[in-house]
């Protein structure tokens, strides 16, 4: 090819790419939605139907809303890579290859789950599969991910630690503790901010003085970058930098994805305090409707191919259901087993 043909692609190929065609965005653009929409769907089900009947264990906290933010972050995990997930997460799990039943059976303390029915939702992981489980005590989780990180070096590994957490985690001293350890060292950390704008009833500007999240960062001389948080592709591609520049040991890399808790804290929460406009305002930018709006905009899928995405996650969905249901609960004979030392 000519220097002159290289720096001037032919005119139909220049159109093809501003519409959007390209294969790989077609592609990408669909992992997201399926992914997104699994989540959707599964949150529904515990929280509108399985919580209401009385069959899950503990608290349910949904991500409704900020599905874009997990979705958008661990496509980019490598195997070798260590995500830490939080309470508003749960696509990262689907990501990494659980199945949608195993999350079920967690949720209703079942055997299926990844505790073997010892505790409720806020405690799942799988370190096989490279998730470290939720550590419930707001903003411990970050220390955590430093400590992932470090290990990960020491082991020769080139894998980076994805720490999941809220706004309010940030006001928390380990947090602080937990960025100035991974800046300090070095460490391959990608933290990631859901900022949602309330912890439990908490607003933001309550919380902190700070205008974003992201203006902690250069204190720690960490970069950090503010997204739309509901808008996956965006996520998906601030997450690239995010993962280069910690894959290439340069340091941690502070994602803020700024969106709205479309829900209460929880399932027993009916948010009262959270004024109704806001909520209004926030469900125009949903991050589902958004991607269908731009994957047909783009021509890259149509009505019918999205319709029977949906109608295929809702059968996945019961079958996963069904499958949590026919897990025993755990024998109660077995209570102290894990617990103690036995021979
Ligand atoms: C150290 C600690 N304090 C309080 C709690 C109770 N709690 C659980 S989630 C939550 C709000 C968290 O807000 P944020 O970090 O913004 O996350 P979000 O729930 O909004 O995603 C609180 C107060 C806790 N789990 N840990
Ligand atoms: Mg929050």
New binding site residues.
Partial sequence: MSTASAARPPKRKARMHEKGKSPEQAELARKCLYYMALMREVEDRIERKLYRQGKIVGGV?V?RG?EAIPVGTALHALPQDVLLP???DMAAWFIRGVPPGRVFAQYMGRMGGFTGGRDGNMHMGDMSLGIVSIV?????TVPVAAGVAMALRYQGKDGVAFNY??????S?GDWHEGLNLASVQKLPVVFIC???Q???STPLTAQMACEHVADRGPAYRIPAEIVDGNDVLAVHEATARAVAHARSGEGPYLLECKTF?MTG?SAHDGADYVPPALFEEWSKRDPIQRLEEKMLGQGWSDRAALDQLHAAIKHEVDEAVAWAERSPLPDPATLLDGVYETR
């Fill in positions: 906290y991500g900020q939080c309470h508003r419930s005590a707001l903003a411990a957490f809220g706004d309010g985690a940030t928390r859901n900022n949602n309330y912890a439990y808790r804290h």
